[in-house]
């Protein structure tokens, strides 16, 4: 009776152990309040984007949020519930991972085809679209995501590399049906923009401005040559060499116009789509100038030493909604670390812009392993910094890392370290909703960067 006793004593003290607890922390990164203690963020200019799996969560919290998201920028993700809330969907109708396995195992290429579920022609794609918004209609119904009408004042970037092995460009087609379609979206075609036609692969495009040395930013290499060992790709690429070579076969760099004596068109006929999707080398660059509007950008992008980017302990943003914080933040697969930028214009309390950028899968927690470096190198060169840093705009880095689970395979099952958008192993059925974890974690982020407002609902656990 005794020991009983004890025990609920114990279990009853147990969360201000854990305040406790995360308070000591020898070593730990401060709070996000602390971190962001003074800044201003204008309400009704936040945005979101991210690639891969980040960019499949971007478009997920974009859909999950509208009310409060006023644009987004999907660089290789794909339509809402995709997934259809299973893993083997995943990894076959939505991406292309068990075929590239399959390949890389040295199995029968007939039987490694039939595990390419992906939509490859207009009727496949159209109908993966459909049962898209249907799902985000259901859920709207049931008032677990913003008014979907919302979403036709967005502002929206997608794009896709033209020799993206991992997320098919009928994947990317459907997300833009998805968004762009009077009967589902209805985004105005000139609220959008789609780049389909880039010579790059899966990866963080960029040019070298500002570029660190050494080799954590790829050379952009596309096929036949081989891409980067997995476990050695930052998969941000500086592929302005390549942009360049492109431009000038397809005839993209147009004479002064006195020069063009014989009057031949520049861009060529049929070369316009191409010529204006190697403009946007500069992605992070592209993604801003397409949300927010080039007229909003005041200033051109500025140097940003790495040191500005700043640690944040996500473990304390869980106790804001959480009663088992430590537990929500290991079963969403969170790192104990987030990041933000913060524009020097932006410590004075002057209204800012805030952006969510999402890495992808392999990104997230602390992946700077360079001698006397740490942190995360998406945060630090996926290009968004040297634009905020010009034009008022905070940029949130929410981080996931992986988690490979217990045997026998016990939730989250997360090996690559990417954001959760088929739910099943993972955070399970309300990932893609307001109730998903994830998505509650960083409403919790964007409601602390808001001076501690309820901006974003963040419904009870």
Request: aromatic share 8%; proline share 6%.
């Amino acid at each position: 009776m005794l020991a009983r006793q004890i025990i609920r004593r114990c279990l009853s003290r147990l969360p201000a152990l854990w305040m406790l607890a995360f308070a000591g922390a020898a070593g730990g990164a401060p709070a996000l309040e602390q971190v962001v203690a003074g800044i201003n963020i204008d309400p009704d200019q936040i945005s979101v984007s991210g690639i891969s799996s980040g960019g499949f969560m971007a478009h997920q919290f974009h859909v999950a949020h509208s009310e409060h998201i006023m644009g987004a920028g999907i660089i290789a993700g794909g339509p809402y519930f995709c997934a259809h809330g299973t893993i083997l969907d995943a990894v076959t109708r939505c991406s292309q991972f068990v075929m590239l396995e399959c390949s890389a195992l040295g199995l029968d290429a007939r039987w490694c085809r039939n595990s390419d579920l992906a939509p490859g022609n207009k009727t496949e794609i159209e109908h993966v679209a459909r049962a898209s918004f249907a799902e985000a209609k259901k859920q709207e119904t049931a008032g677990t995501i913003s008014k979907l009408d919302n979403l036709r004042n967005g502002k929206v970037y997608l794009f896709s590399g033209a020799h993206d092995q991992i997320v098919p460009l009928g994947v990317m087609d459907a997300l833009f049906h998805f968004y762009a379609d009077a009967n589902k979206g209805g985004v105005a075609a000139e609220n959008m923009a789609y780049r389909r036609t880039f010579p790059a692969r899966h990866t963080m495009v960029r040019d070298g401005f500002d570029k660190p040395a050494g080799d954590v930013v790829g050379s952009c290499p596309l096929p036949p040559a081989d891409p980067p060992a997995a476990d050695k790709d930052a998969y941000i690429d500086d592929c302005e060499a390549v942009a360049k070579a492109s431009a000038l076969k397809n005839h993209c760099l147009c004479p002064p116009a006195a020069a063009d004596a014989a009057g031949t068109p520049c861009p060529p006929r049929g070369k316009e789509a191409v010529c204006r999707d190697l403009a946007d080398v500069d992605l992070a660059g592209a993604i801003f100038k397409r949300i927010y509007g080039e007229q909003a950008l005041k200033a051109a992008r500025v140097p940003v030493a790495e040191s500005e980017v700043l640690a944040f302990d996500q473990r304390q943003v869980f106790g804001k909604f959480s009663d088992t914080p430590y537990n929500a933040l290991q079963n969403a697969s969170m790192a104990r670390e987030g990041y933000v930028f913060i524009p020097k214009a932006c410590k004075d309390g002057r209204p800012c812009k805030l952006h969510v950028a999402f890495h992808g899968c392999r990104q997230g927690g602390t992946t700077d392993g360079r001698i006397g470096h740490s942190g995360n190198l998406f945060a630090k060169f996926a290009g968004y910094n040297e634009w905020a840093q010009a034009n008022q705009i905070i940029v949130l880095y929410p981080q996931i890392q992986a988690r490979g689970g217990a045997f026998p395979l016990t939730p989250p099952l997360n090996p690559r370290g990417c954001w959760d958008w088929w739910g099943q192993n993972y955070t399970h059925t309300a990932y893609h909703t307001q109730r998903g974890t994830q998505i509650k974690a960083v409403a919790q982020m964007i409601n602390i960067l808001a001076g501690g407002k309820n901006l974003l609902e963040i419904p009870a656990e």
